[in-house]
Nanobody
Framework: QVQLRESGGGSVQAGGSLRLSCAAS????????VGWFRQVPGKGRERVAR????????LLHDSVQGRFTISQDSDKNTVYLQMNSLKPEDTAMYYC??????????????????WGQGTQVTVSS
């Protein structure tokens, strides 16, 4: 049974930091693309970062470049989103999502098949 479990959300003041974790189980971890998405009420879901575990390639949304970092720990089957210099506009529910890659290039599919329950991040000014 595949499962994604997020943790690490919370409330911080602007300029602060949080690290989100996404623990994956039931997968061959190296074949995964894992993305971090966020959503605020009334708006669509936005991908902020993604990583291809097998190749190590990462991609960050322009709005978080230089502030967020995505990384992975294969020993723990966990993907992290380190969020620094947080802004009030980063406030959202954050979700991790995964999809198993069938190819070995460094691209990730546009659609993700499995989703976690989400963790709330609130940044106050």
């Amino acid at each position: 049974q595949v499962q994604l479990r997020e943790s690490g959300g919370g409330s911080v003041q602007a300029g602060g930091s949080l690290r989100l974790s996404c623990a994956a189980s039931g997968y061959t971890f190296s074949r995964l693309c894992v993305g971090w998405f966020r959503q605020v009420p009334g708006k669509g879901r936005e991908r902020v970062a993604r990583i291809y575990i097998g190749g190590g390639s990462t991609l960050l949304h322009d709005s978080v470049q230089g502030r967020f970092t995505i990384s992975q720990d294969s020993d723990k089957n966990t993907v992290y989103l380190q969020m620094n210099s947080l802004k009030p506009e980063d406030t959202a529910m954050y979700y991790c999502a995964a999809v198993v890659k069938s190819s070995t290039n460094n691209n990730c599919p546009s659609s993700y098949t499995d989703w976690g329950q989400g963790t709330q991040v609130t940044v106050s000014s």
